[in-house]
């Protein structure tokens, strides 16, 4: 089969979408099939052979985040002709509702068109004020996924129409398999994401850190991510900013080891999450998982089964959980088997599998439909049952 697919957020800026785009494509490449991802990226980024790169793109204030999106004439021209050149059976537009490749692409393909919507905003007055824009492109899609049932709500509630669920995916034996590393072993804890960007919740944490460091003294916080690192620890004591280690960006493998090595992963996030791909990795990677009471989080976590909650932005909450699992080896190991047990749902065999199955009823659906119509044409001109 012959996939394009299109990834609205910059693909030298690394996020979710860009990692699940990423690890499908991969999937499906090794399942034999012709894939190109169009994605906008940085003249000098290094892409992977099936990127097609649709020019700069430039920081938007979207969901609660900075995203670097591309749109305009040009784009939209480059976006015609990828799509010209490729032939494709199947196109799989990401975020086709954002000001990006996805709503222009949306706009100009032809064919069979699956959507993906990542984006969980249950109060987004700018989408519904551009829904009478959106509509047109957005009634060209033949079948519509949803990473988690709070993305699919967002979809619902704002632009109409269903989706069917289908999470983000991870390879998890990648994870499984990485080797701890010593330096990052013994008392640790471990936090991964944008450090200057505040929905990720590093705030949170280090507020919570003098209470956890005054309970369990030998604990090092390790912080993996981009973002001013002397800010980061403006508010904590002097004497306490020796035990954070700034690991700076970090490799996919660094990152796998780093999972592997920790005692406990926190996500402290405040908000404007719809999946949660990197509590998915935790637990394939073994790391007990403590998290903000997100919805999309406890879904991920199986309501608390998977992983420990806290409430959301309640700093003393997480200081006492995070005191609690680094007390008590027992749990950790409890909390490892029940992850390490669910993540298996999130494994690229069964979401890849969902995906493809996708594909395969959008495309035959056209094919039956082209079909009908060449029947209908042949008997309108009187060449029924001619060869």
């Known amino acids: ?37 169009l994605a906008p990226a940085d003249d000098e980024t290094p892409l992977p052979p099936y990127v097609v790169s649709a020019g700069r ?36 537009i990401h975020e086709p509702a954002s000001p990006s490749l996805g709503l222009l692409s949306c706009w100009a393909a032809q064919g069979p068109i699956v959507a993906t919507f990542h984006t969980s905003n249950p109060r987004s007055r700018a989408m519904i004020a551009a829904y009478p824009i959106l509509q047109p492109a957005l009634e060209k899609i033949s079948a519509r996924i949803a990473v988690s049932e709070y993305a699919r709500r967002t979809l619902v509630e704002h632009l109409g129409g269903d989706a069917v669920v289908i999470p983000n995916g991870v390879d998890v034996g990648f994870f499984e398999k990485a080797e701890p590393k010593k330096e990052w072993q013994g008392n640790t ?44 620890v403006a508010s904590l004591p002097r004497e306490m900013r020796s035990q954070v280690e700034f690991l700076g960006m970090i490799s996919d493998e660094d990152k796998a080891r780093l999972l592997r090595s920790v005692d406990v992963y926190v996500a402290p996030n ?27 989080f406890a879904q991920v976590l199986d309501q608390g089964a998977a992983g420990e909650l806290f409430a959301v932005e309640d700093a003393d909450a997480l200081a006492t959980a995070a005191v609690r699992l680094l007390r008590d080896p027992e749990r950790r190991t409890e909390l490892r088997a029940r992850g390490s047990a669910h993540v298996r749902r999130f494994d690229w065999s069964t979401v890849g599998a969902d995906i493809l199955a996708v594909y395969e009823t959008v495309t035959d659906g056209a094919a039956s439909v082209a079909a009908d119509e060449r029947v209908g044409l042949r008997a309108r001109f009187g060449l029924a049952g001619r060869d």
């Open 270 to 296: 405040t908000g404007g999450e719809s999946f949660g791909i990197i509590l998915v990795e935790a637990m394939s990677a073994g790391a007990p998982v403590l998290a903000s009471d997100l919805d999309a």
């Open 189 to 232: 804890i471990g936090f991964i994401g944008r450090i200057d960007e505040p929905r990720k919740g590093l705030p949170v944490l280090m507020k919570a850190l003098p209470a956890i460091l005054a309970a369990c003294p030998a604990t090092r916080l390790l912080i993996a991510g981009r973002g001013d690192e002397e800010e980061a």
């Open 57 to 92: 793109a430039v920081p938007v204030p979207y969901n609660g985040s900075v995203a670097r999106l591309n749109f305009g004439f040009l784009s939209a021209a480059r976006v015609r002709r990828w799509l010209h050149e490729g032939t494709f059976d199947v196109i799989h």
């Open 1 to 37: 089969m012959k996939i394009g697919i299109v990834c609205p957020y910059s693909w030298d800026v690394p996020g979710g979408v860009q990692f699940h785009i990423r690890d499908l494509a991969d999937h499906l490449i090794r399942l034999g099939h012709h894939v190109s991802v």
